[in-house]
């Protein structure tokens, strides 16, 4: 069986890529169902791009390759593409833009585009062999219990990183760009929970507030979490993409708040209150019967002087953890680094040196924050790859 183009992965790259090749497609996925990973995402609602996206959301060893597909569809062609499928959406904080209803609309109108174009789907099919040949890849796969060989001209990965490998991520992408020469860089789980081997924020699992985290190379203001295994939340979340292992982090549980004034203030006005009950009202309560554990909280506002007061917005702001590591895989959203740039055109996402070969996605060394911005790349190097597939 002879197809013009064949892709790995049913997932947002892939499905997106299909639509936009021309001539006789078929993806591949080993899955039950095609986009799974859009299916769950932004708890069943699809978090599918954000009206902010641009290159400097964007982890790289080479931060300019994806300036290139971003360009050329942005988030305002991927947003024109929802509203012409009648997909309701609204916006969140931070412009993450979400479906009024189901992440199966996402689903079924990248269906709805694949079918329009002509291209075909096979669900729950492996891969057994892949190999290069004149003209394009032969390949066999094992689909109801039968070997089936294939051949074709063009071939993308877009079968994603190693995240949530309960929904049957795997390396495959990594292990055939290796087969064919490409170079993989280091590959890490990226918006994952940070953890923390001595459970010591377990009494507080649950508790949420703003707050700012940050290390030597980035910072983000936006919800911490506690849990029963350490830190999660969005600042975490963004963050992780950028901590390693034995790095302190800084956490500010109070920022923008002018807390010294504040205080100073209610001292003169209630100086009976105690310290810790005066604090409640800025933070959670067990939050800071934890932290008088640790930082001294004693008495009431009016023993409290200039410098104490001083003493203790400083801890507050600049609350120093390392933690023991990150939850990896098992739960993070994305897989930092990937597919070396270096060996892929950044117009068409075509590897330098394997005419025909394409690579897309999160198998690529491009990882997007929080927010949308990882499906943005999916949508747009998906269509990078397809409309250069369509002109050959």
């Given amino acids: ?55 400097g959301n964007f982890l790289s060893q080479n931060p300019h390759f994806c300036k290139s597909a971003l360009a050329r569809y942005t988030q305002w062609d991927f947003i024109d593409l929802v509203g012409r499928h009648g997909i309701a959406w609204h916006e969140k904080t931070l412009g993450q833009l979400f479906c009024d209803g189901s992440s199966k609309q996402i689903i079924q109108m990248l269906l709805d585009e694949m079918a329009r174009a002509g291209a075909e789907l096979w669900v729950q099919t492996s891969v057994t062999d892949l190999r290069k040949v004149e003209g394009g890849f032969a390949l066999e796969v094992e689909r109801d219990g039968q070997r089936v060989h294939l051949s074709c001209a063009n071939l993308v990965l877009a079968t994603g990183g190693k995240s949530i490998p309960k929904m049957g991520a795997t ?97 003169q006005a209630g100086g009976r209150k105690a310290l810790t009950t005066e604090l409640a009202r800025y933070l959670p309560a067990r939050l800071v019967e934890y932290l008088s554990q640790h930082i001294s909280m004693r008495g009431n506002l009016a023993d409290q002087s200039d410098a104490a007061l001083a003493g203790l917005v400083a801890a507050l702001s600049d609350w ?73």
């Fill in 171 to 267: 390396g495959l992408a990594y292990d055939i760009a290796q087969q064919f020469g490409l170079r993989v860089t280091e590959t890490r789980a990226a918006l994952v929970p940070f953890t923390f081997s001595d459970g010591r924020f377990k009494e507080l699992s649950g508790v949420s507030l703003p707050a700012r985290l940050a290390n030597e190379r980035s910072s983000f203001d936006e919800a911490l979490l506690f849990t029963h295994r350490g830190l999660s939340g969005p600042a975490v979340l963004q963050l992780s993409s950028y901590w390693r292992e034995g790095e302190v982090i800084a956490v500010n549980l109070i920022p923008d708040l002018p807390l010294f004034d504040l205080l100073r203030d209610q001292r």
């Fill in 320 to 392: 120093r953890l390392t933690p023991s590591g990150t939850e990896g895989y098992r739960t993070a959203e994305v897989t930092l680094g990937g597919v070396a740039s270096e060996g892929l055109s950044s117009k068409t996402m075509e590897a330098r040196d394997i005419p025909g070969l394409y690579v897309i996605g999160e198998a690529v060394d491009v990882t997007g924050w929080l927010g949308g911005y990882n499906f943005q790349w999916a949508w747009s190097s998906g269509h990078a790859a397809g409309t250069a597939i369509a002109s050959r």
């Fill in 1 to 55: 069986m002879t197809y013009d183009t064949i892709i790995f992965g049913a997932g947002a790259a892939g499905m997106m890529c299909a639509a936009h090749c021309g001539g006789r497609v078929l993806v591949i996925d080993h899955a039950k169902a095609p986009g799974e990973k859009i299916r769950i995402s932004g708890g069943g609602r699809c978090n599918f791009t954000n009206l902010y996206a641009r290159p």
